[in-house]
């Protein structure tokens, strides 16, 4: 059995967030953003609005351009760093909201990473025959644990929702593999130490609630581990850069994009960015990219893509589809 992903979909918020706006808020200048970053701008979620809301918007389109009902999905996979709450699960909220009873839902928590982590859990449910349709969203709204007094990291964030649905096919298409990492021991570079049961919300201050990132050292031990990923996954299947028809890799830095391209020598025309629009969305930045470059026909029948993430934990990976 091949894992096939039949349906993309995304949802992006309407509030738009200028570098010209977090000029007004903090110390930067839209060049230099645009510089370190390249990031113009970036979508932030309405403050009535949570997770699962952007997470269930992105699922019935992905749905819908599967062709598929709700009831046809047996799992659904949510990657989010930022659920709704401790609990329950935003994969159980999504699964409410489309209607959906008696079929398993989970949330994964790789931060950035979740959208590969969530292929490969997906890729080996189906390998192994336990599920035929999996639904999975990456769904980040980091916006709400934002500092915007922190110039650090509030230009980086932004929301959304990237969802697909992945079938069981005897066809020669889907994920070819992945192949997954993590480092615990850098547990500090990106993370929220709020909320959760080293300190409990009645126990923290304001502060404890906001993201804090170390950005430089987490920049340089991300395109070692983005390289060491794509190196080894293309090595174990048999693959070489030249045959990578596309590359959607996670937004997080167009620099981190750019160090990448060379160090493969792979060309930068062939990766796809959109980082100027919507910044770094974490677990939604892989899939609303992927369905994009769909709408845009960047993708055709038979394309190697390659996808790739470095996030918190920390953890990164990578994963090849055909299409
Ligand atoms: N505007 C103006 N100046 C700024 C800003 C800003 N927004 N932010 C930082 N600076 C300043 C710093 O204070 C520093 O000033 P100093 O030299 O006087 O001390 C200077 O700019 C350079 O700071 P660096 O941190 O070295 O800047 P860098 O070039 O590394 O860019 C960035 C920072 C954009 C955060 C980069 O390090 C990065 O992208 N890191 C990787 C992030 C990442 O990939 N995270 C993983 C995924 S996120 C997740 O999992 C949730």
Redesign the pocket.
């Known amino acids: 059995m091949q894992s096939q992903i039949i349906g993309t979909g995304a949802c992006i918020p309407d509030n738009i967030i200028t570098n010209e706006a977090l000029e007004k808020l903090?110390?930067?200048?839209d060049e230099?953003?645009v510089s370190?970053?390249g990031i113009r701008e970036r979508r932030r979620i309405n403050s009535n609005e949570a997770s699962s809301d952007l997470a269930y918007t992105s699922a019935k389109r992905a749905l819908k351009n599967a062709g598929l009902k709700p009831d046809q999905v047996d799992l659904i996979l949510v990657a989010t760093?930022t659920p709704d709450m401790l609990f329950p699960s935003t994969a159980c909220m999504v699964q409410g909201k489309l209607g959906l009873k008696n079929i398993p839902a989970f949330d994964l928590s790789a931060?950035?990473t979740g959208f590969i982590y969530g292929l490969a859990t997906a890729d080996a449910f189906i390998k192994s025959g336990v599920y035929k349709t999996i639904l999975l969203v990456g769904v980040d709204t980091?916006t709400k644990f934002i500092d915007y007094k922190d110039?650090?990291t509030c230009?980086?964030f932004g929301d959304g929702a990237g969802a697909v649905v992945i079938k069981a096919t005897k066809e020669k298409k889907g994920i070819i593999a992945s192949k997954l990492y993590a480092d615990g021991s850098k547990w500090d570079y990106?993370h929220l130490p709020g909320g959760g049961s080293r300190i409990p919300s009645y126990k923290s201050d304001r502060n404890t609630y906001y993201?804090k990132?170390k950005?430089?050292d987490?920049?340089k031990v991300?395109v070692r581990g983005l390289e060491q990923a794509i190196v080894t996954l293309l090595k174990q299947c048999c693959i070489s850069t030249s045959d990578i028809d596309i590359v959607i890799p996670?937004q997080?830095?167009i620099?981190?994009i750019e160090a990448l391209a060379r160090k493969l020598d792979y060309p930068m025309e062939k990766i796809f960015v959109n980082i100027q629009k919507y910044g770094?969305t974490?677990a939604a930045s892989i899939p609303i990219a992927f369905d994009e470059a769909i709408k845009e026909n960047r993708i055709k029948d038979g394309d190697i893509i390659l996808m790739t993430a470095?996030?918190?934990g920390l953890t990164w990976g990578a994963s090849l589809i055909r299409w």
């Open positions: 903090v110390d930067t200048s230099w953003i370190r970053t760093a931060v950035c980091l110039r650090t230009v980086i990106i993201l990132m950005g430089n987490t920049f991300a996670h997080a830095n620099r981190i770094n974490s470095f996030g918190s």
